[in-house]
Structure formats: C-alpha cells, structure tokens
C-alpha cells in the first residue's frame, strides 16, 4: 500500500541521511591499528581516509618527531586541533586521529571507535615501526605506557564502541566497526522516523 511505502521511504532517506553525515573516528595510543583499521574501514565504505598525523606534516612540512623536538608536544596539539576542524567539514569519512586528541571533549564530533591493545602490543608495534618519537625513548617505557593509559582512559572510554586489537585481524576489527557504525546509523534513523 501507498501509505507503507511512504513509511519505508521516509525511513530509509533518514537512515541514509544520518549514515552519510558522519565521521567514523578511530582513537587510541599510538601501536592500536588505527591507520591500517582505518584504510580498510574507509575503503569498505568507499569513503576518504584522513590521517591526522599525515596531514599535520603536510601542514607544517615538518616531520612528526621534528614537530615535537622542536616545537613540543603544545604546538602539535593546536596543529592537531586546527586540521582535525578542516577534516571535519570535510565529505564523511574515517579519521584516525592522535592518541592525545581525545583529551580535548569537544575535539570528536563523530562516531567514535577506541582501539585498545595490550601495553606489550602497542610497544612492540611502535618498536617495530618507523615512529618512535618519545615512546620508545622511554627508559621505562611500560611505566611511561601505563601512566599515558590511565589518564586516557576515561576519555576513551566514553567511545561509541570499543575494540581490542591485540589478537584481532585488521579485517575482522574492520568489520566490527562498519556492522557497529550501520546499526548505530540504522537506530538514529528509527528515533527520528518514530519522533513525533
């Protein structure tokens, strides 16, 4: 009947509407995945991927670790700021943003994902990579860890969702986010068809 279909219709244009308006935010230390979650999260959903760190270089022309010997972590943080604004206006798509940015609560207008992993996991992730600007540079480095971790942690709980990394594939946490994201997007969607 005509009058279902008109219901079908408005649902589905709300459904598509609040799905399309939204970043997906990936936070967490540095080591979680969140570039390599990221890309695949980004191109399932056809979407753009920006990574913040990337673009901040580009910003300033310089590297990260040149950001924070020369600089200090203050200047990284309001570059930081300044681009993520510029993303954010930006066409709907996944960001992988810094590990401090979810200090800043009104930094994250999105649907925002926390990737945990354990703290030998995200060591030996940093260690093995190219970045290892102040982590590693630690002499307790899983001291340094924990102390990062607990004053993050109540900001990064209060994400959309949260997903362990540590012995997860990129693909099967990729798929976590996007099925989390649809039905997040699925029920704001509902409240707004059934709102009178």
């Known amino acids: 009947p005509d009058e279902q279909i008109s219901r079908i219709l408005t649902c589905l244009t709300s459904y598509l509407d609040s799905a399309k308006g939204s970043h997906i935010s990936l936070v967490g230390m540095r080591g979680a995945g969140k570039t390599t979650v990221g890309n695949l999260v980004a191109r399932s ?19 990260l670790r040149e950001i924070f010997e020369l600089e200090g972590e203050s200047y990284y943080r309001a570059v930081e700021e300044r681009v993520l604004e510029r993303v954010l206006k930006k066409t709907p798509g996944v960001v992988a943003a810094g590990g401090g940015l979810v200090m800043n609560p009104t930094s994250l207008h999105s649907f925002m994902v926390w990737l945990q992993a354990s703290p030998e996991t995200l060591i030996a992730r940093v260690r093995s990579g190219k970045d290892e600007r102040r982590l590693s540079a630690h002499p307790d480095v899983r001291k340094q860890l924990k102390a990062i971790l607990d004053r993050r942690t109540p900001h990064y709980a209060q994400a959309d969702l949260i997903v362990n990394t540590t012995d997860k594939s990129a693909e099967a946490i990729s798929k976590t986010i996007l099925d989390a994201f649809r039905n997040s997007a699925n029920r704001k969607a509902t409240r707004q068809t059934m709102a009178p």
């Open 45 to 63: 959903l056809r979407a753009p991927f920006y990574e913040l760190d990337a673009l901040i270089e580009k910003d300033t022309g310089l590297s």
